[in-house]
DNA sequence: AGCACGCCGACT
DNA sequence: GTCGGCGTGCTC
């Protein structure tokens, strides 16, 4: 009786124009602009029927309303319409991009990710792609009225040309062969009625890309390149021919010609290649390189305006293209016959996505290698452990070494020089004596030096010399970071600027202000001053604003336009310099006290990417490391370049204390702006988890939950809890529970998930 | 994400 | 009594 309030859900009935045919109705399914973690069916009226395909973008009723949402259509099958299915309103017609492969690729992504299709998708498809463009098209229609006065023969030739169905204006004075004129008057006099009717627009066809002039294949071989390839070569044979293939070698041993030669092969089957490179290497030679090298090549770069990305996807999509080479979202190109897939510099971290989802795009090339049936071939000197450790432990993965650098190019030697004691603060010499005599005999030859001091900014931060209070960003809370050139203060995290306060922030102190801890702007004025006559040249992401101007900066040293190149980690990578003498990498242990399980890793790959920089053509050349302690392990390995010595220990290391690549790992973060949520419901959500870690999954570990690294983003508190597991499989498993059971969907107004974190912040 | 429903407290 | 905040659940 009380139960008249609570009516059973109405199951309302959908009118389809198929409705005659409901038991074999075409069905549509749908990854709805919708944060669920599910797809959604939609019977597809005959009006679409030629439409709807794969890929297509389409409108569909969504939520209570008759209000239509955007949605991709990932499938069509022939079933039995079960009557709850609501009719889609509307698709885009034209070519769809997503072959049956690739939306497994996504359904993949979503799935291991753990992320809405539509969000997955919507990464897969320039935003362009997935709105059907609908215009306002006029339609006319005879309402039927009796007529009061005679018709002239073009009124009457226009009416019988509507007849009694509605009609696009433009079609019906065409058919008619009659003007607008005729039309006012039947308006005027009431006798057709003109409507207007939303009508998806077919796209534009695509223009085909310029073609540029390639360079033939000039080189020689070392054996050792001329052995890789052969293995690459005989990896492209089989039927199935996925694996994925380590070329490893160290800097300058010419891992990008036998990317090409290899490309070649796979180009003359007929077949189109994928290199993914990292972010950074966009503004470096190794795209030219590689571009030069073939015809039809496409560059695809997260600058390109949407338009030419989607003529350029486009012209992929109709085979025009036999190279695609681009950062991580290129993994998705339509290649209709991909034949190999190439990550060039496969460590590099600019491969993570940074949003939802937040997939590895070497991790995801591997996937699509599996699912098309294609080879995937990493290059580094430095592999992630997680590859190192799938060569050794994995059947299809294989390891191609290639052992010597190509003639003339020679590794520097590599020396160690302890600076005793921390930098200590004005009036310190940030070089030691050692270096500083290799710098004024580089200097004196004429030749050139680069080097790294890992730190933006002038000062690490401002402290008060009466409390200890350090000057703090109110977005993160983070450090503050001193740039003594704009006289500023700047957080290097939310890019917040804000000018130099005079003294202590707390008003009751109001104690003086010191710099404290040194950055790369000491480094650069102390250089300036004690070597007068150098020519020097900064380069950090402070004096690099646009990425021409970064790539200008280095072929400007390139040409000898500088003696003296002082950066960050941004002079490490993707370019030769023929006159470096001298490399020299100052203090980069400290990274070693980040919050980062992959610290040793990170500074490993740097210092051998620097002394890679230095030496490459003419004579010997040196590269000098600069601590200030005793080095820690991972500096001696580096000294010897001794990659695999290293990787063994720290690998051996991350097993003991269960990180990966031992492990999977899962990072949640949970953000409120309200004080206590964030912090209460990771405490409730680590209890949910630790209670079915041990009931259903073995070797699930929830790490205590804490605060972010980075505790705030402007409003929002964050937190976060750290998941390993043995296998992924366990995680997903998780998840999907998640979405039946309640408890590990915490209430916060941000949740983010994010399997195999390479951030920490 | 939006949108409706239901439960609470504050008000005419 | 009724209005409206917010927390919760659902969308083929």
């Known amino acids: 009786m009380a139960d008249d309030k609570r009516r059973p859900p109405t199951r309302q009935l959908w009118l389809v124009p198929t409705a005659g045919q409901a038991e ?62 609501r009719p889609l309103a509307a698709a885009q017609p034209g070519p769809a991009w997503l072959s049956e ?73 065409a058919r008619a062969g009659v003007s607008a004129a005729t039309l006012r008057t039947l308006c005027q006099r009431g006798l057709v009625e003109c409507l207007s009717r939303a009508e998806p627009v077919p796209r534009r066809p695509w223009p085909t890309q310029p073609v540029e002039p390639c360079a033939a294949d000039a080189f020689e071989l070392t054996p050792g390149q001329h052995d890789a390839c052969q293995q690459l070569l005989a990896a492209l044979e089989p039927a199935d021919a996925f694996r994925v ?65 989607c003529e350029t996807l486009a012209a992929v999509a109709a085979g025009e293209v036999d190279v695609v080479i681009g950062t991580r979202s290129a993994v998705f190109a339509p290649c209709p016959k991909l034949g190999l ?42 592999p992630a452990l997680e590859t190192w450790y799938n060569v050794q432990h994995r059947p299809h993965f294989q390891l191609i070494r290639l052992p010597q650098r190509v003639p003339g190019a020679h590794l520097p030697e590599v020396q160690l020089v302890q600076r005793h004691g921390p930098h200590a603060g004005p009036g310190d010499d940030m070089l030691s004596p050692r270096l500083r005599a290799e710098l004024a005999d580089t200097l004196a030859a004429g030749q050139q030096a680069i080097l790294l001091y890992n730190r933006r900014g002038y000062a690490a931060y401002l402290r008060c010399t009466k409390c200890g209070l350090t000057v703090r960003c109110e977005r993160c809370g983070g450090h503050l970071v001193f740039h003594r050139a704009e006289q500023t203060l700047k957080c290097h995290r939310c890019s917040v600027r804000v000018s130099v306060p005079p003294r202590c922030l707390d008003s009751t102190c109001g104690g003086r202000l010191a710099q ?72 980069p242990a400290a990274a070693l006290s980040l919050p980062d399980f992959r610290a040793a890793e990170r500074v490993f790959q740097l210092i051998v990417q620097v002394v890679g920089r230095a030496g490459r053509r003419e004579g010997p050349s040196l590269a000098i490391v600069q601590t200030a302690e005793r080095p820690p392990p991972v500096i001696a390995h580096a000294l010897r370049m001794d990659y695999e010595s290293f990787a063994a220990e720290e690998l051996e290391q991350r097993r003991r204390l269960y990180y990966p690549p ?31 870690a041990t009931r259903a999954h073995a070797g699930l570990r929830v790490d205590p939950p804490e605060p972010c690294p980075v505790k705030r983003r402007g409003e929002l508190l964050r937190y976060q809890v750290v998941l390993r597991a043995p296998h992924g499989a366990s995680i997903q498993g998780l998840f999907d529970e998640a979405d039946r059971g309640k408890d590990l969907a915490p209430r916060v107004q941000r949740f983010t998930i994010d399997v195999d974190p390479v951030d920490w912040l």
């Not at 059907?132 to 339609?139: I, M, S």
């Open 341 to 382: 897939i190439v990550v060039d510099e496969e460590q590099e971290t600019s491969f993570k996505n940074l949003a939802a989802p937040y997939y590895h795009a070497r991790d995801v090339a591997i996937k699509r290698g599996q699912i098309e049936h294609v080879p995937v071939m990493l290059g580094s000197a430095t």
């Open 24 to 85: 074999r109705s075409l069905i549509a399914e749908v990854a709805v602009k919708t944060p669920a973690r599910r797809l959604y069916s939609y019977a597809v009226p005959d009006a679409w029927r030629a439409v709807v395909r794969a890929g297509t973008a389409v409108r569909v009723p969504y939520g209570r309303g008759q209000r239509l949402t955007d949605g991709v259509c990932l499938r069509v099958t022939t079933q039995a319409w079960d009557q709850t299915q």
């Open 101 to 173: 492969s690739l939306v497994e690729l996504g359904l993949w992504v979503s799935e291991y990710y753990v992320c809405a299709p539509w969000k997955t998708f919507a990464a897969l498809l320039p935003s362009r792609l997935r709105t059907p463009r609908v215009k306002n098209v006029p339609y006319l229609r005879a309402t039927g009225a009796p007529s009061a006065d005679r018709l002239s023969t073009k009124q009457a030739a226009l009416l019988a040309a509507l007849g009694n169905a509605e009609m696009r204006r433009a079609d019906a004075l």
């Open 662 to 692: 031992h492990v999977r790992m899962v990072r949640l973060i949970l953000a409120d702006p309200r004080p206590n949520r964030a912090r209460a419901e990771v405490e409730r959500l680590a209890v949910a988890l630790r209670d079915r």
């Open 245 to 309: 293939l380590l070329l490893f070698g160290v800097p300058g041993s010419g891992k990008t010609e036998v990317y090409v030669r290899v490309m070649r092969e796979v180009i003359r089957r007929g077949r189109q290649a994928i290199v993914l490179i990292p972010e950074i290497a966009l503004a470096t030679q190794v795209v030219d390189r590689l571009a030069r090298r073939f015809e039809r090549v496409a560059v695809l770069h997260s600058q390109l305006p949407a338009r030419l990305r």
């Open 516 to 587: 404290t801890g040194l950055a790369i702007q000491r480094l650069e004025e102390d250089l300036r001053a004690s070597i007068p006559h150098a020519r020097l040249l900064r380069l950090d992401s402070d004096t690099m604003r646009r990425r021409e101007d970064y790539q200008q900066a280095l072929r400007g040293f390139e040409n000898g336009a500088a003696d003296i190149l002082l950066g960050t980690q941004m002079v490490a990578k993707g370019l030769d310099f023929p006159r470096v003498r001298l490399a020299g990498v100052i203090d």
